[in-house]
Structure formats: C-alpha cells, structure tokens
C-alpha cells in the first residue's frame, strides 16, 4: 500500500516547455487535489476532482489543466511552463469530504 | 489576501516542555480547523482537527484550541519530544464537498534536548 506516488520528484523546464506531474492513489479514494506551495506560504489549491471524469478550479488555477481519467489517478499539466511556475507541487487524496487528505511527497519544479 | 495566517515562523523549545502554535484567521465563513505536520522532503501529514461548533479538541499529547469570536487556534502539544521537530501549517475551509484547504505559511518547530 504505497499511498500517493508522485512522479517525477524533480524536473527542471525551461520556458515554454511543457511536462506533466503524475499523482497515482491506491486508496480508492473519490476525491484528488494538487496543491503548490512556495517559499513563505502555505499550500495553495491548484485545482480538484471529486471523482473520476470530474476536475474543479482552486485557487490558482492558470497556467494549468488537470484530467482524472481514472479514479486512482490524478494528471497535472503544464501547456507553457513559466519561471513563476517553479514550486514544489503537492498531489493529495481523501475518500470523501469530510477525511483528512493524504498527501504525497511532492515534486520539486524549476523552471529557467 | 493571507486568510489564514502563522506569524511565527519559527519556535524553539525544550524536550519535555509545552510547545504552543497560534493561528489566526479572517474568513468567518470557515468552519473546520486542521492541522498539518511536515517533515523534509516528505508531504504534510494531518495531525488533529476540530469543527467550529467545538472549542477544544484532544489526542494524545496534541490539543486544538478554538476561539471563534478571536478568530484564533492554537495548538498543544505536551510533552514535546524531538520526533515533534516539524514544519506545522494550520488549515482551514468551509462548507460540504472537497476540503478546499486553506492554509497558513507554516512554523518550523524545533525541540531541544
């Protein structure tokens, strides 16, 4: 039970490159989030999904798409990569709205 | 617009000692109170939560103080142990459906033996 896998762990980009972040759950869990967090603030939500087909805005949605073909997975892409991209992302699950998120162990980004 | 905010960035005590983490926030709409721990290179993990119809919340040595009309949390931990030696973000969020986190900058907690 590995939890939630995030691939890759670190990628540096350069502008204009595109890439995406896998987020892979073995939970069977409804709900995903992909999370960024930047130095000197708290996590921020990118964007969500309540269950498989489905994805929401968050809080700082633009630049990004997101797509959860499949419930155990959660894809997080990047069409033109900007230096303001560079965080660390955080992928997250939970069975329902009111459990707690389980988190993955992020992907650091760079992007030059 | 920071709704929820840390303003200890960092805090040090003593193996054995009371460790306290405040938090404040301006949205009245928020409901639900969590927090997070985190250690390097690894993603946060929940720790304890409370609803905003409680005022304090307890497990183990980790309790969760509400003060609603402060608009304020705090969290407890006693005794602290250097396993507790952490990054800790206060969260919170409002109403049914996903847990739209919202999150404080976090305080680097650091026990000495």
């Known amino acids: 039970n590995a939890g939630v896998t995030q691939t890759p762990k670190f990628r540096v980009l350069k502008t204009g490159q595109s890439m995406t972040l896998l987020c892979a759950q073995d939970m069977n869990h409804e709900y995903m989030y992909w999370y960024r967090q930047d130095p000197g603030m708290g996590l921020r939500l990118i964007h969500y999904?309540?269950?498989?087909?489905?994805?929401a805005k968050g809080e700082v949605p633009d630049g990004y798409n997101v797509s959860r073909l499949k419930k155990q997975n959660f894809l997080l892409g990047l069409e033109s990569a900007a230096p303001s991209q560079t965080s660390v992302y955080f992928c997250?699950?939970?069975?329902?709205?009111?459990?707690?998120?389980?988190f993955g162990n992020g992907t650091r980004l760079t992007v030059t | 617009d920071q709704q929820v905010k840390q303003n200890s960035p960092s805090l040090s005590v003593q193996e054995g000692r009371i460790s306290i983490l405040n938090c404040d926030y301006t949205n009245s709409m928020f409901d639900y109170f969590l927090w997070y721990k985190k250690y390097p290179a690894e993603g946060p993990t929940f720790l304890i939560s409370?609803?905003?119809i409680k005022d304090k919340n307890e497990d183990g040595r980790f309790t969760v103080f509400l003060n609603k009309s402060a608009k304020h949390l705090s969290l407890h931990i006693v005794p602290s142990q250097p396993g507790d030696s952490a990054v800790y973000f206060c969260a919170a969020t409002w109403g049914t459906g996903a847990q739209k986190l919202v999150f404080g900058q976090g305080t680097r907690l650091t026990i000495n033996p």
């Open positions: 999904s309540v269950g498989e087909g489905t994805t």
């Open positions: 409370i609803s905003s």
């Open positions: 997250a699950s939970s069975l329902d709205g009111n459990s707690p998120l389980h």
